[in-house]
């Protein structure tokens, strides 16, 4: 793969202010720009390493005795892991989704984290390797995994999915108006022929889809609902909320940066529920001292400053969402996570429609 491109991280300076920085307020102009050096103390967890860009400047606002510890599936990235690692003593590398951070913790001896940092959904570095399959603009096999050692391919799911599996990934996953057809169309398709590359699939797409938002592409929804699916990215997500705010310790921050809607309405529900437990009791008649008291405070949003999105487009869909744990004592971290439908399946325990 060759990495001539040039890597601009998303809300660098906002993600990790918000983490070390008490006085860090939304509203502040300095909140995105890169500080001198710092000496935060403690334990922190960047989630989605990618190729170090939040990471790096992270360890420059971290003590000479704080640790951090980087998750990523990526096998590329964890490459990226070991030279900084290399260069950083203060680095612990952990190859895996950010959903065993608990465990992983754990077996490490750490129960509490000073900060979490998450860039959610797929890297630019991985979208611009033709190879790994995410985008519909490069031809590359239809592979779509964050974790190529392990898992099945979007190819592989495509060629054995039923029309109404593809349809409710497609339309959950994607908020594809077009989904049935879409499935439809893959299921003529293979009968004859599999789809086996990107651009096979995006031009499939493009004969279903005729209409679609100005400068959007027509396989877009498709190729984000297929990706999520292969990845179990909210399912991941739901699972990792719940364990941040077990390891959060009191005073400590989350920084999550999100890029589509429904992963920003899961962060979003979280933030909203523990930081506001008593709004169902608000009508009961209940003493202040018998309400539920918040497990986090909400600190608000950051979007990519004009400046940003100029130099970065991709940051144009970025949303920051960053909370605060409180000393609350949390007895069930579940309870403020609303899970994601599955496709096929929508029935469960605290399963609800991300339309609400």
Not at 28 to 43: E, T
Not at 278 to 300: H, W, Y
Request: aromatic share 6%; proline share 4%.
């Amino acid at each position: 793969m060759s990495e001539s491109f040039v890597h601009k991280t998303v809300l660098l300076g906002a993600t990790v202010n918000a983490l070390v920085h008490d006085e860090f307020n939304v509203k502040a102009k300095w909140i995105h720009d890169l500080l001198p050096p710092g000496n935060k103390d403690g334990v922190f967890v960047d989630g989605t390493f990618g190729r170090g860009g939040h990471s790096r400047y992270l360890l420059s606002q971290l003590s000479a005795n704080a640790k951090l510890f980087v998750f990523d599936k990526d096998p590329l990235a964890m490459v990226s892991a070991r030279q900084l690692q290399q260069e950083d003593s203060r680095v612990n590398i952990i190859h895996g989704g950010f959903s065993s951070m608990e465990e992983e913790l754990h077996q490490r001896g750490i129960d509490q984290v000073q900060g979490v940092l998450l860039d959610l959904g797929v890297s630019s570095p991985q979208i611009d390797d033709a190879s790994r399959g995410f985008s519909f603009m490069r031809e590359g096999p239809l592979d779509m995994r964050m974790d190529t050692s392990r898992g099945v391919t979007a190819a592989e799911w495509l060629a054995q999915a039923s029309i109404e599996e593809m349809k409710e990934v497609i339309k959950h996953y994607g908020e594809e108006r077009f989904a049935f057809q879409i499935a439809k169309a893959i299921d003529h398709r293979r009968q004859s022929s599999p789809l086996c590359t990107t651009l096979e699939l995006a031009e499939l797409v493009s004969t279903v889809v005729r209409t679609r938002e100005k400068g959007q592409h027509p396989a877009t929804r498709t190729f984000q609902a297929i990706r999520i699916h292969i990845n179990q990215e909210l399912e991941e997500l739901a699972n990792t909320l719940a364990s941040i705010l077990r390891l959060l310790a009191p005073g400590g921050r989350m920084s999550v940066i999100s890029f589509h809607s429904l992963e920003d309405r899961m962060v979003k529900q979280c933030i909203a529920a523990a930081a506001k437990p008593g709004a169902d009791f608000a009508r009961l008649p209940l003493r202040e001292s018998e309400m539920p008291q918040p497990v986090l405070k909400s600190l608000g949003k950051v979007l990519a400053a004009s400046e940003e999105v100029v130099a970065n487009p991709r940051s144009r869909s970025a949303v920051l969402r960053v909370a605060q744990r409180t000393a609350t004592a949390l007895t069930d971290a579940d309870a403020f996570v609303s899970r994601p439908l599955t496709p096929g399946n929508q029935s469960g325990k605290r399963r609800g429609s991300w339309r609400g």
